[in-house]
């Protein structure tokens, strides 16, 4: 079988990314990151960052590819979710490369896409997955041809979370490494909400009360405190999908996942439950081009390619959405 390059583009929210890859190397990968003087992410902003730095990144990227003498077979890019502003300046790119160069067109779920390099990268084959990042926080497995939820956040993401609060006590996004530095000079524990709802869990009421009791108590207690309530209730329920469905094997994805108490906190679990955890190293957790590449070499290779017609980005574009022909 010829050998397939894929250059994938990812650009759902601060990091732009794109890299090339084929089934056993990693080519090129060049990104450019989105950082707000102040606050929080802002869509526009981001995606007015994308587009100035877009056409660099694609010559750049190309020009290495070609380096090395890649032929490319197919061009994947982020169909979402994300942020929209965002999400439409990368699939534009993506659409102007495969009318260009003739190659077709793979537009990749986002979320799974942090599934599928965690299993390349883990060489871990059927695992209930904890995906955690900014916007996103869900317990899923494989199942009849889909990667079924078995628990979702119910309105906000755990890194969301997190930012949150860390806006709120002065830091600079992203919110969760700093919280997660101060943590590690607590003194005691605060009691904070927690909310697990059957599979389900939720953020927001812990994001308030963790702002509310600074007001008592240190900051390290407190960002100590909101680290072990919330990763405690997403340790519990992917414990629970651990038993129903009866699998051995955990994985970590997404940017959260880069945690240490967090990876601490499901490994303990996993040895009580005779259970492996498996994670992949830090660059492959946070937002990047090879994870959109790696997954759209696996939707080309089983035929799972896009018309421009049908290439409209996906803001909501939910996991369980997507048949994954590849498995």
Avoid at 94 to 123: F, K, T
Wanted: proline residues 4%.
């Amino acid at each position: 079988m010829k050998n397939r390059f894929v250059l994938g583009i990812e650009g759902t929210a601060w990091n732009l990314s794109a890299a090339i890859i084929d089934r056993t190397n990693i080519i090129a990968e060049v990104e450019s990151q989105y950082q707000p003087q102040k606050g929080g992410l802002h869509p526009r902003m981001a995606s007015q960052h994308h587009a100035s730095e877009i056409g660099n990144l694609i010559r750049k990227i190309l020009t290495e590819g070609e380096g090395f003498g890649v032929e490319l077979s197919a061009i994947a890019f982020s169909q979402g979710p994300g942020f929209g502003p965002c999400l439409r300046t990368i699939a534009t790119a993506a659409r102007a490369l495969s009318l260009s160069l003739e190659i077709p067109l793979i537009g990749v779920n986002h979320c799974i896409a942090h599934i599928e390099i965690g299993r390349r990268m883990c060489d871990v084959r059927d695992p209930v997955i904890l995906y955690v990042s900014g916007g996103n926080s869900q317990v899923l497995s494989y199942r009849d041809g889909k990667y079924r939820i078995f628990g979702e956040t119910l309105d906000i993401g755990i890194g969301n979370a997190l930012d949150k609060f860390g806006r709120y006590a002065g830091f600079q996004h992203p919110g969760g490494p700093k919280i997660e530095q101060i943590a590690k000079n607590a003194k005691k524990y605060v009691s904070l909400p927690y909310v697990v709802k059957g599979m389900d869990f939720s953020f927001s009421g812990l994001t308030t009360a963790a702002k509310d009791a600074l007001v008592h108590a240190s900051l390290e207690d407190v960002c100590y405190s909101f680290q072990e309530t919330a990763f405690a209730m997403l340790v519990e329920v992917t414990e629970r999908a651990l038993a129903h469905i009866g699998k051995d094997d955990v994985l970590l994805v997404g940017g959260v996942g880069a945690n240490e108490r967090l990876k601490e906190m499901l490994d303990l679990m996993c040895k009580d439950r005779g259970a492996r955890l498996y994670a992949p190293e830090k660059r492959f957790m946070r937002d990047n081009g090879i994870m959109i590449a790696h997954t759209g070499l696996l939707m080309l290779e089983s035929g799972a390619t896009l018309d421009i017609k049908d290439s409209a980005v996906r803001p909501n574009y939910r996991p369980d959405d997507v048949d994954v022909s590849w498995i």
